[in-house]
């Protein structure tokens, strides 16, 4: 725990992978918690170590030491600490000399000198600048202090200084979310330019953060809103300046569900743009051309009024499609996640989620249903063969899946984005985050063809329910086939060991597996009465 400032300039420039892999860090740590005994090779070492344990972290600490042990000037002991960093054998012997000749004109032994500059030379591969690693500390005790005392308007500040990074929007979301807040979505009577501070627990997604909506259109739908909140599409195209505010614009606002609160189904909205758009720009015309009168402007308000109430009859996107849209527009879904309809029936194919991997050992086989967010096709070194890094999110986190050739050739063709696929491999634990080595992939629609067999457990179900489920497996004919279980007391006992009874139905009532007949068999007997056999 940093106690002072100081500390946290040395964590900055101790938490880097040379500092951590020398083991400096580790040290650092057992010297100022007492675990492991401070020594310095000379005296005068102490003033300029002893912020740091007697450990050389930096730069300016090797500068000193040089100057006050050799009596190298200050540019001198910049040439040691260039030369150091370049690391040329020649260089580096000609400075050890003078920085042995140094120490004994100050009377210095040799052996101590020698010993001292091993150190010099070991730990300048790792030292780090002090006056950068000061900056960093103090940029980082501000921000942490904005994030623990202001979180609200800190990620705000964030996500706005990130609009046009989709990845780190994303990021900074669900970091959001885990603090606690809301990160409300975009909507085109609430939202500003810029995230905007909603409440004390939420902020307002930025209409200049979605996708195809620049700050020149943004601005012209907040400026055009002062006069009055937008009551419909057509109003909105009728106020905004449609050269700023064009057809991509409108068509990414309605994607991404901002114009939600006009109480129209979005592909309603979306197959009807075009037309109202040309009816938009005609009357946006004439009266920037002064065409209209007072007279025609009343007529041609009513008629536009109309038009609100008579948008293309069609049915809503489909709910894939509709987040898919969201995702493509925001970077992350607002509706819902694609995975939220298979979430009752995936602990039937899955051996964890993201959050169990740390109940698994390394080597494990895991077995894992997730949407495939990024795909990063690329070729091994040794053979140069194809293989893809994917990044799957499943509605817990996301993980590395690594599909290397020998799996790739095989399943390279469901290696496709969104899509949601089951995914069975080997956990690997050897690096700091885990990773999956992909085994087999397919799309999660065709696990239901891997089931061979379906077993109901019937124990205390009512009699009048048997009619209804040979009814529903009728319905689902196929040939997979169907045991009925009941658990029973052996007769004359109270012990609560059981008896097993297991029939299969007839030929006749053999059935299809799919998502649909699950659901139903759970809606009929309850979610846990149903096994399925892989």
């Given at each position: 725990m940093p106690e002072r400032f100081e500390d946290l300039i040395a964590l900055l420039a101790l938490y880097r992978p040379g500092p951590i892999g020398s083991g400096m860090l580790d040290d650092f740590m057992k010297r100022k918690h007492g675990l492991t005994p401070i020594k310095y090779e000379h005296p005068k070492l102490e003033p300029i170590l002893k912020e740091t344990y007697g450990i050389m972290v930096y730069q300016e600490q090797i500068m000193q030491i040089a100057s006050a042990l050799a009596g190298f000037s200050l540019a001198q002991a910049d040439i040691l600490r260039k030369a150091m960093g370049k690391k040329i054998p020649e260089v580096m012997e000609k400075q050890r000399n003078n920085f042995t000749h140094g120490c004994l004109k100050n009377g210095i032994k040799e052996s101590t000198a020698t010993k001292i500059f091993d150190l010099i030379e070991y730990f300048s591969g790792y030292g780090f600048?002090?006056?950068?690693?000061?900056?960093?500390?103090?940029?980082?005790?501000?921000?942490?202090?904005?994030?623990?005392?202001?979180?609200?308007?800190?990620?705000?500040?964030?996500?706005?200084?990130?609009?046009?990074?989709?990845?780190?929007?994303?990021?900074?979301?669900?970091?959001?979310?885990?603090?606690?807040?809301?990160?409300?979505?975009?909507?085109?009577?609430?939202?500003?330019?810029?995230?905007?501070?909603?409440?004390?627990?939420?902020?307002?997604?930025?209409?200049?953060?979605?996708?195809?909506?620049?700050?020149?259109?943004?601005?012209?739908?907040?400026?055009?809103?002062?006069?009055?909140?937008?009551?419909?599409?057509?109003?909105?195209?009728?106020?905004?300046?449609?050269?700023?505010?064009?057809?991509?614009?409108?068509?990414?606002?309605?994607?991404?569900?901002?114009?939600?609160?006009?109480?129209?189904?979005?592909?309603?909205?979306?197959?009807?743009?075009?037309?109202?758009?040309?009816?938009?720009?005609?009357?946006?015309?004439?009266?920037?051309?002064?065409?209209?009168?007072?007279?025609?402007?009343?007529?041609?308000?009513?008629?536009?009024?109309?038009?609100?109430?008579?948008?293309?009859?069609?049915?809503?996107?489909?709910?894939?499609?509709?987040?898919?849209?969201?995702?493509?527009?925001?970077?992350?879904?607002?509706?819902?996640?694609?995975?939220?309809?298979?979430?009752?029936?995936?602990?039937?194919?899955?051996?964890?989620?993201?959050?169990?991997?740390?109940?698994?050992?390394?080597?494990?086989?895991?077995?894992?249903?997730?949407?495939?967010?990024?795909?990063?096709?690329?070729?091994?070194?040794?053979?140069?063969?194809?293989?893809?890094?994917?990044?799957?999110?499943?509605?817990?986190?996301?993980?590395?899946?690594?599909?290397?050739?020998?799996?790739?050739?095989?399943?390279?063709?469901?290696?496709?984005?969104?899509?949601?696929?089951?995914?069975?491999?080997?956990?690997?634990?050897t690096e700091d985050t885990p990773k999956i080595i992909a085994e087999d992939l397919f799309p999660f629609e065709e696990i239901y063809k891997l089931i061979t067999a379906m077993s109901i457990n019937l124990s205390g179900i009512k009699e009048n329910i048997f009619e209804t489920l040979k009814t529903l497996l009728s319905e689902h004919k196929g040939n997979v086939p169907i045991y009925l279980r009941l658990d029973t007391n052996p007769s004359g006992k109270q012990a609560p060991v059981k008896s097993r009874v297991q029939l299969v139905v007839g030929e006749n009532l053999y059935v299809l597996p799919s998502e649909k007949l699950i659901q139903e068999l759970d809606d009929l007997l309850g979610e846990d009465r149903l096994s399925l056999v892989l």
């Open positions: 600048n002090k006056s950068h690693s000061t900056a960093y500390a103090l940029i980082s005790y501000r921000t942490a202090y904005l994030k623990a005392n202001y979180p609200v308007e800190f990620m705000t500040a964030l996500l706005t200084s990130e609009r046009d990074n989709t990845d780190k929007i994303v990021t900074y979301v669900n970091e959001t979310q885990q603090m606690g807040l809301k990160v409300l979505p975009p909507d085109i009577n609430e939202s500003e330019v810029l995230f905007k501070v909603e409440n004390e627990s939420s902020i307002r997604f930025g209409l200049l953060a979605i996708k195809n909506v620049g700050k020149g259109a943004s601005e012209s739908i907040v400026n055009a809103r002062a006069a009055g909140k937008y009551k419909s599409l057509e109003d909105l195209c009728g106020r905004i300046d449609l050269r700023l505010a064009n057809r991509k614009v409108l068509e990414s606002l309605i994607k991404c569900g901002a114009l939600d609160s006009f109480g129209f189904l979005r592909a309603r909205m979306f197959t009807s743009l075009d037309t109202i758009l040309e009816r938009s720009q005609k009357l946006q015309k004439e009266k920037s051309s002064g065409q209209l009168s007072f007279f025609d402007q009343t007529v041609s308000s009513n008629e536009f009024g109309k038009a609100a109430e008579s948008l293309a009859d069609c049915k809503e996107w489909p709910e894939p499609q509709l987040l898919s849209f969201e995702k493509d527009m925001l970077g992350f879904y607002v509706s819902g996640h694609p995975l939220a309809r298979y979430a009752k029936q995936l602990k039937r194919f899955v051996s964890c989620s993201t959050a169990s991997l740390h109940e698994h050992k390394d080597q494990d086989t895991i077995k894992i249903v997730g949407l495939i967010a990024k795909i990063k096709q690329t070729l091994t070194r040794a053979k140069q063969e194809k293989m893809a890094i994917l990044k799957l999110e499943d509605l817990d986190g996301s993980i590395e899946i690594l599909v290397f050739p020998r799996a790739f050739s095989k399943v390279s063709r469901y290696i496709l984005p969104n899509t949601i696929v089951h995914i069975r491999g080997t956990l690997n634990l």
